[in-house]
């Protein structure tokens, strides 16, 4: 199956230069591991000697999307604690910080970071933070590996529908998730590999970036695919509740396989809804459909054979996930989600660019970025993780990532690989 990385690359920046820059490393300098507290708030779990790379986290570990922070600065911790342990010369410090899902408080986090002497951002966890936190880190010139946030408005320097790049390219950031175009081209590749479906319908949230971006790249692949889409159908925020008209809209075009670009909550309920009408076709989702078994008040056995694409699954039996999963249980007493994965992936990743790199702790952030840039863009640098399905991913100088997807399947009350 062809990689999730469907965009040509562009040209990166090689120097950062200018007063903004100057007056960024004023701001950084000395950030090196010297003993300085974490600011107030602060949810920071690791305390590493002198000469370890400050490493800032930002996401939700409170509200509504908490069950992705948590996940993110959950994994995040796993990897810095193991690679501590070890003692080799790269050692890292972690803080991460709460944002609620909201962009100002994202880039109020981001402050305190920078308060505190980080010089690599791991983060953030939601897309609209990112948006926001990526406008600061590519100002600043300091090194940003998102786990989650999967807008292509995170890294900047893609078409908008008029042929415009909306946003230039932010030549800082880089993404260890799937784009949300990717995630909507490959889905619909793998419907129509799989031959999951032959008469499919769409429910999307139009007023989510992240759902249309799916939403739309789905459709442009489908239609190169010849997949045929008899049913689109939408709703928006403020109306998320009742899905009678897009369920019965489907379900009178006779579509067997309904397409969700769009979060877990809103599935439960239109699972349970469509089990009331007696509707039963087979449910596809992205990565928003991780959690769906977390829903409180939801009937799982609902969400029976609802199939998802993924970077990773807990149930894999390849030994780096039965470490990492049993690891996280005995930890945090769950199983890790996908964004947990993302996460550790993300430490490990800068490590093995770190160490590629040859840079120090001890080295100015902006030194540190233009280093990792370079070494992350290298046709020779390639990851192996636990979200790469055992295969190498590569980024290209849009800051995208190539790897490879997995299917999944809700079976038993538990994920599965789909393809096993």
């Known amino acids: 199956m062809t990689n999730m990385n469907l965009n040509p690359q562009m040209s990166r920046r090689t120097l950062i230069a200018g007063a903004t820059a100057l007056g960024a490393a004023g701001i950084l300098a000395g950030c090196s591991g010297d003993g300085d507290a974490a600011p107030a708030g602060s949810t920071a779990a690791t305390t590493a000697a002198a000469g370890a790379f400050k490493i800032g986290g930002i996401g939700p570990t409170t509200g509504g999307a908490a069950i992705y922070g948590n996940a993110v600065k959950n994994g995040a911790q796993i990897a810095v604690d193991e690679i501590n342990a070890e003692g080799g010369d790269v050692q890292f410090e972690l803080n991460f910080q709460d944002d609620e899902n909201d962009a100002e408080r994202s880039v109020n986090a981001y402050n305190n970071l920078k308060d505190w002497g980080m010089q690599i951002l791991v983060g953030t966890v939601t897309t609209t933070p990112c948006v926001a936190v990526s406008a600061e880190t590519n100002t600043d010139n300091l090194f940003q590996l ?89 709703f928006t925020e403020d109306n998320q509740t009742d899905f009678s008209v897009q369920l019965n809209d489907a379900k009178n075009a006779g579509a067997d396989l309904v397409f969700l670009p ?32 977390t829903v409180e008040g939801f009937d799982t056995s609902l969400a029976e054979g609802c199939m998802l694409l993924t970077p990773f699954v807990a149930t894999a039996e390849d030994e780096a996930t039965k470490a990492f999963v049993s690891t996280y249980n005995e930890k945090f007493g769950e199983t890790p989600n996908q964004f947990a994965a993302d996460a550790y992936d993300c430490v490990y990743a800068l490590k093995q660019a770190i160490e590629t790199a040859g840079v120090s702790a001890d080295a100015d952030f902006t030194e540190i970025c233009d280093a990792l840039v370079e070494t992350f863009t290298s046709a020779d640098f390639a990851f192996t993780g636990l979200t790469t399905a055992g295969e190498e991913a590569t980024w290209a100088d849009t800051g995208e990532i190539s790897k490879q997807p997995m299917g999944m399947v809700i079976q038993g009350g538990v994920y599965m690989p789909l393809d096993a």
Do not use: H
């Not at 799989?194 to 789905?218: E, H, M, R, W």
């Open 262 to 293: 769009i979060y877990y909550t809103p599935i439960s309920l239109l699972l349970t809804q469509a089990n009331q009408m007696g509707y039963a076709p087979k449910w596809f989702g992205v990565d928003g459909m991780d959690g769906l078994l």
């Open 146 to 234: 998102t786990p989650s946030g999967s807008s292509t408005d995170v890294i900047g320097g893609f078409e908008d529908a008029d042929g415009n790049i909306s946003i230039p390219r932010k030549e800082n950031v880089f993404q260890m998730c799937f784009t949300d175009p990717n995630q909507g081209a490959a889905s619909a590749q793998y419907i129509s590999e799989q031959q999951l479906g032959t008469k499919i319908a769409i429910i999307y949230n139009i007023s989510d970036t992240y759902s249309t971006g799916i939403y739309n790249s789905f459709k442009a692949e489908a239609a190169d695919l010849g997949l045929e889409i008899v049913s689109e159908t939408s």
